[in-house]
């Protein structure tokens, strides 16, 4: 999406977790966990019956069928998840979407912008007792240039000029121009270059990284599944050890062919976690023998213009629609409240949503949509405004195009249609 795009609706959709629970609730007391006994509605917006992490056990998730499991090649989401408890990167990101060092302990950055240099953590190995290098990382940025590689990852080294492993401990990048997100483009899974080469392509290919798991075995339309990791380099790197970290023995991720089966593998208990729309919310939300997660989804629901066309060109004309439109009632009518407002398209969570340097979209809260117009040189008549473009008189007339199998956009569609009309456009 282009920044240019005038955003007029912003809101992020909250999707829920359901993780399965098999304790014994006979000794709890519903009602001060916040249930209406008598109506079976679960009251609180608080997590429910969660205990805590418990030592031990098999974790069994969700996948589509893979179509590799080569990190830097798949195009599949869930696989890309699940190797994620596999692979690491130089970089990773903390709770505000920043960059922090992971395999890389620290990076710096010569002055003027072009020379990056990253320090590979010490001590790191791989899960089968090598040692991690720069060599690893120089393997992997080789592996992804080459010209008959697929990857997601390539355009994110397109800036690089030169890059080399100065030594065992040190991995330098040289940029054709400065780019101070160079850090955040080092997040991509890291190969052992110690592996065959021409096996990373082949359906032979069989996962091998730094991270809390392993893998253990692929059974094709089946499972695949993950063993904890002892030697994960994280354990003893951490700053508080008062804390057991790796609890899971296991994570199974079983295999179905397509993501509209996940809920019915959650259903019949055959995976532990599953995600839910807000649209079946009510079929869950008073179940006991499930605990409920909400979280903010990076899923936003947007009005954008067609800037082709002179009318919506005009900056008065969005501006009045923007102030026209009432987000909190769309929100709180049509969502059921289950979403986030947010003045510009990035996560709330984000560092950069509360950066001064960001300047949210102007969404005139507060002025009248005719004032707008009439300041903005459109004529009010009785038949509706109209303003003079390159000589022809146009009438400001609004158009919302929406995909028709998709009710709730289709519902809000029609309340902003139903805001304007009350604005007097």
Known sequence: MRIKTIILILVFILNLALVSCQSDYDDLDLEKLGFDLNNGIYKNNDDIMDKGPVKGGTL????????TLNPLLTKNAYVSEFLSFIYEGLVTFDEKQKPEPLLADKWSVSADGLIWNFHMREGIIWSDGKALTAKDVEFTFNFLLMANVDSVYKKQLQNIATYTAIDSSNFKLVLKKPDSFTAEKMTFPILPAHIENDIYETADFKPLGTGPFKFDKYLEKKSVTLKKNDSWWYIDAREDKSQEIMLMDEICIKLYKSAE????AFQVYDIDVGCINMDNINKYISRTDMIMKNYTSREFE???FNLNNPVFADISVRKAVAAAINRQEILDEILNGHGTISDIPIHPDSWLYDSPNMVPAALNAGQIPKDILLEGGWKEKESGF????????????????VNNN????????ERI?????EAGM
């Open 60 to 67: 069994n998730i969700f996948s589509t069928f893979p179509d």
């Open 261 to 264: 089966d996940s809920i019915n």
């Open 302 to 304: 947007f009005l954008a």
């Open 386 to 401: 109209y303003k003079l473009f390159a000589g022809i008189n146009k009438k400001l007339e609004i158009e919302i195009l």
């Open 406 to 413: 998709n009710s709730r956009r289709i519902l809000a569609a």
């Open 417 to 421: 249609c139903q805001q304007l009309l």
